[in-house]
């Protein structure tokens, strides 16, 4: 992977393809690898003819770790999207963005709209809205010393997630007790550009996907039917949704 420097923090990425661009924002505790790599998005977007721009956002992967939670708001974390367009000299793209990777590239549209071309919300509903419910826990349960001290099931699946990335358990932590800002309806319902909301019919964790798809203009709404958070990511009609609504975009 290559890196930049994002005000001050090293931002790793990769760019691979040719052709319109798309960035790719991944979710909590994940990474380019396994977001994007290990689910074949990067090879499927590669292989339809787009160049592929995807980022380990700061404190994931290969990215620089940080420690206080106040360096991980969603508006500062888009700010490094941003800065990476910037740094490889694109003025828009289409923006898909996967759970926390959503919310961020929600912020991205409403600071810096003309950058972007279309918006697809993977894997976050109408808690985009609502906001994400236990962030304490989840914490806490990055922050023990052993898996089976954690009791909360929602809270040991992303414990486990973390250590199959072989994430920094300290600093997702901190990004987990960083500001939350809220998302409000009134927002989303500025938003312009074309938007796909993707979320998988058993995501307790994302929320409704319909729902969200409701409070913003012309959005369009794909089920991934049967898919639960974790699994809807690398789902087949995931991609091929995102196929035709890039196509019907352009």
Known sequence: ?????????????????????????????????????DTQWIRTLVNAGRRVIAYDNRGHGQSEKLYDPDRYGAPEMAE?????????????????GYSM?????????????????????GGLGINMVRGMVGSGPLAKALEVPRIEDVTNETARSFRAFAEQTKSDLR????????????????????IKVPVLVAVGSEDVIGGSGAALAELIPGAQFLDITGRDHMKAVGDARFKQGVLDFLTSRA
């Open 101 to 121: 990777g959503a919310r961020i590239a929600a912020f991205l549209v409403f600071t810096h709209p003309e950058r972007v071309r279309s918006v697809i919300f």
């Open 1 to 37: 992977m290559q890196s930049f420097d994002s005000n001050g923090v090293q931002i790793a990425y990769v760019d691979e393809g040719e052709g319109e661009p798309i960035l790719l924002i991944h979710g909590f505790a994940s990474n380019v690898v396994a977001n994007w790599v």
């Open 80 to 96: 490094d999207a941003r800065r990476l367009l910037d740094h490889l000299g694109i003025e828009q793209v289409d923006v898909l």
């Open 171 to 190: 600093a997702l932590a901190a990004c987990m007790r960083g500001p939350r800002e809220k998302v409000a309806a009134e927002r989303l319902a500025t």
